[in-house]
């Protein structure tokens, strides 16, 4: 309570001054004021005037309260007070409905006879003991009260006000029934007031044997057991009918608390189970229901349980569809018609309604086909763990769940754990295309031609490891996104998320435009002191996300791709009808309208159709390609090969597959493309006899060019000669949507010259591809002239190997000198002049003075004695000179060396002049 402080008061500040300003008698002593005596009347009169007062208040107040109460209860609690049993009727089956395909009339699927341990019993058939077990210990005035037991209601409220427990409770058993058929259990003063009115109301409308039998048939007793019929069965394997006074107060014992009561969970609860049962009996004394002989004979004979699992009776399997369609309309139940878990339940098994699905049971059998064959899962885990799977086939142009399994093998039981739609795991690299590529594409920030660098985006921690490593273990340098969708390549989906766009962006496209939802997708969550978030590189760009996706959200989202962008939210059923009994008119319960949207632009389905298609032709995809038919498709590992997605899709249908173990364990090498393959053999079945089409294309159009590989852009003469095109040329056609292609060109490639008589060597001693640069004594047909990358490395980039990295600018720079030719590092000596051959008869080519070391040697030359020619020439230099047709015959001696000009008339050889 807050305490009031008043100010000073002005009587009270009068007092003051009257105290500081008195007068002097004549003593010169204050004078003093006689005073008086009070009386018993007085003070009578003056606590007589306190309490009227506080009375009165007390009296303004409750009106106001009364006034302020009768509102709220007229507003806001007695519209909500109406409760109509007959809406939560258990005693008509339900029947599933599918849309024939051939036809478009709908055909019986199947007929819900109850869910697994649920059995209906009718009040006849419960034992007097039961019913008077249950009053005696929940509700011993429920035969006299009209809904509301006011001697427990008020203790209750007392209880809360006083901050004492309330140990035994305020509810009746009409109050618990109520509040097992609606959602409404909050623990709030609004939820006590509302369950009060509506217990009034429904006690006008049903007597007390209606209300005890349903009660009975709803209450829920451990092992999955709701309603007494089913839960005299699973403990003591006999109908409810024949249940003894002992059984009848062991089973009621159970309902406080089944955790604590039921005797199947350890020896302490069966324990507990026998001093619960002997407290109800004593209660069933007291109360007159049984004598003490009754008491003490139930109290001694000893109880039999059957054993656990043994007493069901259902043997019904729902298919795993099935059983997803089933928590689907009660999930929807329950929000639509504010009802509990186990009323919607209830209704959806015996509240006679029609439940029309999306199945197709033709697409279903050959789901069911791959998925019951246990030669196709056999590969058990090193702990003998079964190979698991699940798979979500959807309808593109509904967005209609047609088939899937939660399981592999036979389906023994229903409401199994369902790994199609329930189990969460990572998704591997199949989550780039929908938190990467399409944002970024999406954006315009990319396109198909972009290039990036593969690799490093950073290292993990000081003198750590470079990361993201890749699947192929390498790094390759400049490629574009088309090449790094094709290989999945690591760090390009890093650096497009961390670069190009951000996480936050990611992780909303995926939330607001592909439908995956923030219960499985983590904002920010502390588990065990640890924060744990899905908005980041490693958990967007690699799919290691917290807990992970269901292959539901993962079709719905691939789906969109062949649609041009447009995202169905997918559904297993379209609507629910229930005939009411007394009018046998057809009410609409439920209709389900998939909510669509367009999740991205025509453009950029288009684009990821694109890549995708090329994943499956050439990339890690390749085990899912089967002829006849337009199919794209993305895999996706997670380390260690602890799961393993392939999501992929043609014109007609998406289908996400999910490969493990169900306690993650690593997988073999050899399953690497289980999930590959097994969407294979399911989608090549269903698309047997469909006509091959194509994806949309999109609406601006296309226009295709040749771009430069590693720039993305228009290609220059550069491009033609890059050092690499013996590897296969670095110029690519490609195809963009109007508008989307480069205009600029390439400014990646620089010329340079090199000599090809100077290979770089690897450690090996092999050649690496790279030549050394042309020296300036290097020949010139040695030389060619080349183009490198214009590109320097810096960072975790260039801590690392990439492969192309000998090919660019920066690397030769680093070499300084090394990056020279060092084959031909001096000038070549001068070739000697080979002269012509002498012919003695043709002076000329005899030799000149230039010929000779010196001049006495040219004036010993004689044309016919060969030891007189030059040493360079002919046998002298050791070169043969070629036989003259003709020899003369050789002069009588020498001709002398003259200084006079030669006369041309002569016929003898000409000999020059000295």
Same mark, same amino acid.
């Given at each position: 309570?807050?305490?009031?402080?008043?100010?000073?008061?002005?009587?009270?500040?009068? &007092?003051?001054?009257?105290?500081?300003?008195?007068?002097?008698?004549?003593?010169?002593?204050?004078?003093?004021?006689?005073?008086?005596?009070?009386?018993?009347?007085?003070?009578?009169?003056?606590?007589?005037?306190?309490?009227?007062?506080?009375?009165?208040?007390?009296?303004?107040?409750?009106?106001?309260?009364?006034?302020?109460?009768?509102?709220?209860?007229?507003?806001?609690?007695?519209?909500?007070?109406?409760?109509?049993?007959?809406?939560?009727?258990?005693?008509?089956?339900?029947?599933?409905?599918?849309?024939?395909?051939?036809? =478009?009339?709908?055909?019986?699927?199947?007929?819900?006879?109850?869910?697994?341990?649920?059995?209906?019993?009718?009040?006849?058939?419960?034992?007097?003991?039961?019913?008077?077990?249950?009053?005696?210990?929940?509700?011993?005035?429920?035969?006299?009260?009209?809904?509301? !037991?006011?001697?427990?209601?008020?203790?209750?409220?007392?209880?809360? &006000?006083?901050?004492?427990?309330?140990?035994?409770?305020?509810?009746?058993?009409?109050?618990?029934?109520?509040?097992?058929?609606?959602?409404? !259990?909050?623990?709030?003063? +609004?939820?006590?007031?509302?369950?009060?009115?509506?217990?009034?109301?429904?006690?006008?409308?049903?007597?007390?044997?209606?209300?005890?039998?349903?009660?009975?048939?709803?209450?829920?007793?451990?092992?999955?057991?709701?309603?007494?019929?089913?839960?005299?069965?699973?403990? &003591? =394997?006999?109908?409810?009918?024949?249940?003894?006074?002992?059984?009848?107060?062991?089973?009621?014992?159970?309902?406080?608390?089944?955790?604590?009561?039921?005797?199947?969970?350890?020896?302490?609860?069966?324990?507990?189970?026998?001093?619960?049962?002997?407290?109800?009996?004593?209660?069933? +004394?007291?109360?007159?229901?049984?004598?003490?002989?009754?008491? *003490?004979?139930?109290?001694?004979?000893?109880?039999?349980?059957?054993?656990?699992?043994?007493?069901?009776?259902?043997?019904?399997?729902?298919?795993?569809?099935?059983?997803?369609?089933?928590?689907?309309?009660?999930?929807?139940?329950?929000?639509?018609?504010?009802?509990?878990?186990?009323?919607?339940?209830?209704?959806?098994?015996? /509240?006679?309604?029609?439940?029309?699905?999306?199945?197709?049971?033709?697409?279903?059998? +050959?789901?069911?086909?791959?998925?019951?064959?246990?030669?196709?899962?056999?590969?058990?885990?090193?702990?003998?763990?079964?190979?698991?799977?699940?798979?979500?086939?959807?309808?593109?142009?509904?967005?209609?769940?047609?088939?899937?399994?939660?399981?592999?093998?036979?389906?023994?039981?229903?409401?199994?754990?369902?790994?199609?739609?329930?189990?969460?795991?990572?998704?591997?690299?199949?989550?780039?295309?929908?938190?990467?590529?399409?944002?970024?594409?999406?954006?315009?920030?990319?396109?198909?031609?972009?290039?990036?660098?593969?690799?490093?985006?950073?290292?993990?921690?000081?003198?750590?490891?470079?990361?993201?490593?890749?699947?192929?273990?390498?790094?390759?340098?400049?490629?574009?996104?088309?090449?790094?969708?094709?290989?999945?390549?690591? @760090?390009?989906?890093?650096?497009?998320?961390?670069?190009?766009?951000?996480?936050?962006?990611?992780?909303?496209?995926?939330?607001?435009?592909?439908?995956?939802?923030?219960?499985?997708?983590?904002?920010?969550?502390?588990?065990?002191?640890?924060?744990?978030?899905?908005? /980041?590189?490693?958990?967007?760009?690699?799919?290691?996300?917290? !807990?992970?996706?269901?292959?539901? %959200?993962?079709?719905?989202?691939?789906?969109?791709?062949?649609?041009?962008?447009?995202?169905?939210?997918?559904?297993?059923?379209?609507?629910?009808?229930?005939?009411?009994?007394?009018?046998?008119?057809?009410?609409?319960?439920?209709?389900?309208?998939?909510?669509?949207?367009?999740?991205?632009?025509?453009?950029?389905?288009?684009?990821?159709?694109?890549?995708?298609?090329?994943?499956?032709?050439?990339? @890690?995809?390749?085990?899912?390609?089967?002829?006849?038919?337009?199919?794209?498709?993305?895999?996706?590992?997670?380390?260690?090969?602890?799961?393993?997605?392939?999501?992929?899709?043609?014109?007609?249908?998406?289908?996400?597959?999910?490969?493990?173990?169900?306690?993650?364990?690593?997988?073999?090498?050899?399953?690497?493309?289980?999930?590959?393959?097994?969407? +294979?053999?399911?989608?090549?079945?269903?698309?047997?006899?469909?006509?091959?089409?194509?994806?949309?294309?999109?609406?601006?159009?296309?226009?295709?060019?040749?771009?430069?590989?590693?720039?993305?852009?228009?290609?220059?003469?550069?491009?033609?000669?890059?050092?690499?095109? !013996?590897?296969?040329?670095?110029?690519?056609?490609?195809?963009?949507?109007?508008?989307?292609?480069?205009?600029?060109?390439?400014?990646?490639?620089?010329?340079? *010259?090199?000599?090809?008589?100077?290979?770089?060597? %690897?450690?090996?001693?092999?050649?690496?591809?790279?030549?050394?640069?042309?020296?300036?004594?290097?020949?010139?047909?040695?030389?060619?002239?080349?183009?490198?990358?214009?590109?320097?490395?810096?960072?975790?980039?260039?801590?690392?190997?990439?492969?192309?990295?000998?090919?660019?600018?920066?690397?030769?720079?680093?070499?300084?000198?090394?990056?020279?030719?060092?084959?031909?590092?001096?000038?070549?000596?001068?070739?000697?002049?080979?002269?012509?051959?002498?012919?003695?008869?043709?002076?000329?080519?005899?030799?000149?003075?230039?010929?000779?070391?010196?001049?006495?040697?040219?004036?010993?030359?004689?044309?016919?004695?060969?030891?007189?020619?030059?040493?360079?020439?002919?046998?002298?230099?050791?070169?043969?000179?070629?036989?003259?047709?003709?020899?003369?015959?050789?002069?009588?001696?020498?001709?002398?060396?003259?200084?006079?000009?030669?006369?041309?008339?002569?016929?003898?050889?000409?000999?020059?002049?000295?």
């Amino acid at each position: 309570m807050h305490k009031t402080v008043r100010p000073l008061g002005r009587e009270r500040r009068y &007092f003051i001054l009257a105290e500081t300003k008195h007068t002097k008698n004549q003593s010169g002593e204050p004078s003093r004021r006689p005073r008086r005596k009070g009386t018993a009347g007085g003070v009578a009169l003056g606590i007589l005037k306190v309490v009227g007062t506080l009375i009165l208040i007390g009296c303004t107040t409750g009106a106001i309260l009364a006034c302020f109460a009768a509102t709220y209860i007229k507003t806001v609690i007695i519209p909500q007070s109406e409760i109509d049993a007959s809406a939560y009727a258990m005693n008509l089956s339900s029947t599933i409905y599918y849309t024939d395909p051939a036809t =478009g009339q709908a055909k019986e699927l199947r007929t819900l006879h109850g869910e697994e341990n649920r059995v209906k019993v009718d009040l006849e058939e419960i034992p007097e003991d039961l019913i008077d077990a249950l009053v005696a210990i929940e509700d011993q005035r429920f035969w006299k009260h009209h809904g509301v !037991d006011w001697r427990r209601t008020g203790g209750a409220f007392l209880n809360m &006000f006083l901050g004492m427990k309330d140990t035994y409770g305020g509810s009746t058993i009409t109050q618990q029934l109520i509040k097992n058929m609606t959602q409404n !259990d909050d623990v709030t003063v +609004k939820r006590k007031i509302l369950e009060i009115f509506r217990a009034l109301e429904f006690e006008k409308d049903y007597s007390k044997k209606e209300i005890l039998e349903m009660y009975l048939n709803y209450i829920y007793l451990g092992e999955n057991c709701y309603g007494v019929g089913t839960a005299s069965l699973a403990y &003591f =394997g006999k109908p409810v009918s024949q249940l003894s006074l002992a059984e009848c107060a062991s089973l009621i014992g159970i309902t406080n608390n089944p955790s604590r009561y039921d005797p199947y969970i350890s020896d302490y609860t069966r324990e507990q189970n026998k001093k619960r049962q002997e407290i109800i009996l004593s209660e069933m +004394k007291k109360q007159g229901y049984i004598t003490e002989e009754e008491q *003490e004979a139930a109290a001694a004979q000893e109880l039999v349980f059957v054993g656990r699992g043994q007493g069901t009776t259902s043997t019904t399997a729902y298919s795993y569809f099935e059983d997803q369609l089933i928590r689907d309309v009660i999930a929807d139940l329950k929000e639509a018609y504010d009802l509990s878990d186990q009323m919607a339940s209830q209704w959806v098994y015996s /509240g006679g309604l029609s439940i029309y699905c999306t199945q197709d049971p033709a697409i279903q059998a +050959k789901v069911d086909a791959v998925y019951e064959d246990l030669s196709n899962f056999d590969a058990p885990s090193p702990n003998g763990q079964q190979l698991q799977s699940g798979i979500t086939v959807i309808d593109n142009a509904t967005g209609n769940v047609v088939a899937l399994a939660g399981g592999v093998g036979e389906k023994t039981a229903s409401l199994l754990t369902n790994r199609a739609t329930q189990s969460q795991r990572q998704p591997g690299s199949a989550i780039k295309p929908l938190a990467v590529y399409a944002p970024a594409l999406d954006l315009g920030v990319i396109t198909p031609a972009t290039v990036i660098d593969d690799s490093p985006y950073s290292f993990d921690g000081d003198g750590g490891a470079p990361w993201p490593v890749n699947s192929y273990g390498k790094y390759r340098g400049l490629t574009n996104v088309y090449v790094g969708v094709q290989n999945s390549v690591n @760090t390009l989906a890093v650096k497009v998320l961390g670069q190009y766009i951000t996480p936050q962006v990611a992780f909303d496209f995926l939330v607001n435009n592909l439908g995956f939802s923030t219960d499985h997708l983590v904002v920010q969550e502390e588990r065990k002191g640890t924060v744990f978030s899905d908005i /980041g590189l490693a958990q967007l760009a690699l799919g290691g996300l917290t !807990d992970g996706v269901t292959t539901l %959200e993962m079709a719905a989202a691939y789906a969109t791709f062949p649609r041009g962008g447009l995202y169905i939210e997918p559904r297993t059923y379209t609507r629910v009808e229930r005939v009411d009994p007394d009018t046998g008119e057809v009410l609409l319960l439920l209709e389900d309208q998939a909510e669509s949207h367009a999740a991205m632009k025509d453009s950029t389905a288009w684009y990821i159709n694109s890549m995708l298609q090329n994943v499956i032709r050439s990339g @890690t995809g390749t085990a899912a390609r089967f002829d006849g038919m337009t199919i794209a498709g993305k895999t996706g590992t997670t380390t260690s090969r602890r799961d393993l997605y392939f999501a992929g899709y043609s014109p007609y249908y998406t289908a996400a597959v999910w490969s493990g173990y169900d306690q993650p364990e690593r997988m073999s090498s050899s399953l690497q493309k289980q999930s590959a393959a097994t969407w +294979k053999k399911v989608m090549a079945s269903i698309h047997e006899g469909l006509e091959s089409k194509s994806f949309p294309a999109p609406s601006e159009g296309t226009v295709t060019v040749p771009v430069c590989a590693d720039s993305g852009l228009q290609a220059t003469e550069a491009c033609q000669h890059d050092a690499r095109v !013996d590897a296969g040329g670095r110029i690519i056609n490609m195809t963009f949507v109007k508008g989307d292609e480069p205009t600029a060109f390439c400014e990646v490639h620089k010329d340079v *010259e090199i000599c090809l008589d100077a290979p770089f060597l %690897e450690a090996d001693g092999s050649p690496n591809g790279m030549y050394h640069l042309a020296g300036e004594f290097c020949p010139a047909e040695s030389r060619r002239t080349v183009s490198i990358l214009e590109l320097a490395r810096e960072g975790a980039a260039a801590a690392v190997t990439v492969q192309d990295n000998q090919f660019t600018t920066g690397h030769i720079t680093a070499l300084g000198e090394a990056a020279y030719c060092d084959v031909h590092t001096t000038a070549p000596a001068p070739e000697p002049t080979e002269k012509p051959a002498i012919d003695p008869m043709d002076y000329t080519t005899w030799p000149g003075p230039e010929d000779y070391d010196n001049l006495e040697d040219y004036n010993r030359f004689n044309p016919f004695d060969e030891s007189t020619w030059p040493e360079n020439v002919n046998s002298s230099s050791g070169e043969q000179t070629p036989p003259p047709s003709e020899t003369p015959a050789p002069p009588a001696t020498q001709p002398p060396v003259s200084t006079e000009p030669p006369q041309t008339d002569i016929e003898e050889p000409f000999v020059p002049a000295a």
